[in-house]
């Protein structure tokens, strides 16, 4: 349970949306908002046997083509044997494509496909739809405060990398 004293704000005052049952309220709108934000993507990679992992890489690989296997996994931070399948199974289906880097051979850059690049932008149309629709329901401040609790969720030694990345500072 929260201890009241650490929910204080300046001079004492009770934040009261540090309360435990706020709290609880919030974890559970992340668990249903991301339940339903995933929910259309998920259907449509089932029908392709291919699974969350697979949509988080098609999205990385889609938003910057040439992005390296090495720079993949600092992204998604899962073991090189995990994308290794991830990412031979999105080659087998024609999604995705490797190639050696220019001034490293062995580097490994990954772009995907124009079959890639249709199915990234199908499963990201629906997920831009929902959080069009919820950012203009809630209105500039609160979207403004809703991206700093995400960014607040991000570790503290990933945070200023993952705001540079996606182009939002620190």
């Known amino acids: ?16 949306y540090l309360r435990e049952d706020e709290l609880r309220r919030g ?12 929910a259309e993507s998920d259907g449509e990679l089932e029908t392709l046997g291919l699974g969350r992992a697979h ?13 390296s296997v090495n720079e993949l996994l600092v992204i998604l931070k899962i073991t090189k044997q995990s994308l290794g399948r ?10 995705v494509e490797q190639k050696q880097g220019r001034r490293d051979r062995r580097q490994r850059l990954l772009r995907l496909t124009e079959e890639g690049n249709v199915l990234h932008t199908r499963l990201l149309t629906g997920q831009r739809a929902r959080i069009a629709r ?11 405060g809703f991206r700093k609790v995400l960014a607040g969720l991000i570790s503290e030694d990933e945070r200023s990398r993952v705001l540079a990345m996606i182009g939002q500072g620190s």
């Open 1 to 16: 349970m929260t201890d009241l004293k650490s929910a204080e704000g300046r001079h004492g005052v009770a934040l009261l």
């Open 27 to 38: 974890i559970e709108l992340l668990f249903f908002g991301y339940r339903d934000f995933i």
């Open 55 to 67: 949509h988080r890489a098609l999205h990385f690989i889609g938003r910057k083509p040439d992005l």
């Open 86 to 95: 991830v990412l031979k199974d999105l080659s087998a289906r024609g999604l």
């Open 134 to 144: 919820a950012f203009r329901d809630a209105g500039p401040e609160a979207v403004a």
